[in-house]
């Protein structure tokens, strides 16, 4: 991102295919939420598990989406994802133990399992795997406890299915593992349907976000589902942490569940980008691309094409002004050979992005 925005600074164009967000702003109801919140709220501290209106408003939403009963009380706001993952594993494990998860996967898992002192334990997956992990792959990763899914996956938009999901389940209860399951690109799915970890598990941990189908990146507010003995150990972490969760961004988001029209129309361009990369990236060389079922990335095997995705996509920047990730980020002992693009932006973009990678290899 930092390249890219150099070379615009040099008068460049360049076609952003590295940025994990959508280039849409929050929906309107969102937005006039918010200015009403600035006009009748001083918009001062509020409790540290979340608005009750806006818990009682995520657990409505497990029952209209996934037809189950979940109590507001499990139900905890926190600053996006990420502020999420460090009061779950925080929560969840002692220093020094070991926390499983698929390979390739976001890098931000394995950096905060680090910096908490948890040992990250990488699951090799497959294309054949659809890159998820695997029970036959946790009864090789020696003594763990606890296991991060995540469905649709960054940065494959991989999915496992509900029936992989139990049986991932299962063993976990089985082994006194802790499933943390990251379902922050629920509702940005193509093909099938999501299944949560609240489906499935009583002790599971489910991990959710306003930034990505919600499209309120900068809005910072997330949520976490949690096991009843969880709340108040995470509500004890969170008050120390960060007192509370932004109550602007609280007061906007009780209005994102209404703003469906506006976001399903999101991931109709979302699935015309995806349709129109997989046609015609192969055109330009690119032709070893994982399909995705979920999410808004291609994982793209150019192991044919270099041994250096940095180098790679460094050229691709400099040479075609086209912006992609190095799998080196998401992958550390294969990533040199991959790398992952994004179509969150217009479609507009992606067609140019297609026209100027064509140029590009037939250089």
């Known amino acids: 991102m930092a390249a890219a925005a150099e070379k615009e600074a040099a008068g460049d164009s360049v076609i952003h295919l590295e940025v994990g967000q959508p280039s849409t702003p929050a929906p309107k109801g969102v937005l006039a939420a918010a200015h009403a919140a600035l006009d009748a709220d001083r918009i001062g501290y509020v409790a540290a598990l979340g608005m009750p ?5 995520i657990a409505r939403h497990y029952r209209d989406s996934y037809g189950c009963e979940v109590s507001a009380e499990r139900v905890i ?19 020094g133990e070991r926390i499983a998860l698929a390979a390739p996967g976001y890098p931000a898992y394995r950096n905060i399992l680090a910096a908490l002192n948890l040992e990250p334990v990488d699951l090799p997956t497959t294309a054949a795997e659809r890159f998820q992990p695997t ?49 922050i690109y629920h509702g940005v799915v ?27 990146t900068g809005w910072r507010i997330g949520w976490l589902v949690v096991p009843p003995e969880l709340v108040r150990p995470i509500e004890r972490l969170a008050q120390n942490f960060f007192i509370s969760v932004p109550t602007l961004s609280q007061y906007a988001a009780l209005a994102a569940f209404d703003c ?27 032709d070893r691309l994982t399909p995705a079922q979920g999410a808004f990335y291609l994982y793209a095997d150019v192991s044919h094409l270099t041994n250096d995705s940095r180098d790679f996509c ?32 217009s479609t507009a973009e992606m067609e140019e992005a297609v026209r100027r990678l064509k140029a590009w290899r037939l250089k």
């Open 53 to 57: 209106a806006l818990r009682e408003r």
């Open 77 to 95: 706001v926190t600053t996006g994802s990420s502020g999420g993952f460090p009061l779950a594993f925080l929560a969840s494990f002692d220093a």
């Open 135 to 183: 029970v036959r792959a946790l009864e090789k990763a020696g003594p763990i406890a606890g296991l991060i899914v995540a469905s649709p996956s960054n940065p494959t938009g991989t999915m496992v299915t509900r029936s992989e999901l139990s049986e991932l389940a299962r063993w976990c209860d089985g082994h006194d593992v802790r499933l943390i399951s990251d379902e």
């Open 190 to 216: 193509y093909e099938g349907q999501a299944a949560s970890a609240v489906e499935v598990s009583d002790h599971a941990i489910v991990v959710n976000s306003f930034s990505k189908y919600f499209s309120m």
């Open 314 to 345: 460094k050229r691709m920047l400099l040479e075609a002004g086209v912006a992609t990730t190095p799998g080196v980020d998401f992958d550390r002992e294969r990533g040199a050979g991959t790398l992952r693009i994004s179509f969150a932006g």
């Open 260 to 286: 469906r029209d506006e976001l399903e129309g999101h991931v109709r361009r979302y699935r015309a980008n995806r349709d129109l990369l997989m046609e015609g990236l192969p055109r330009a060389g690119l």
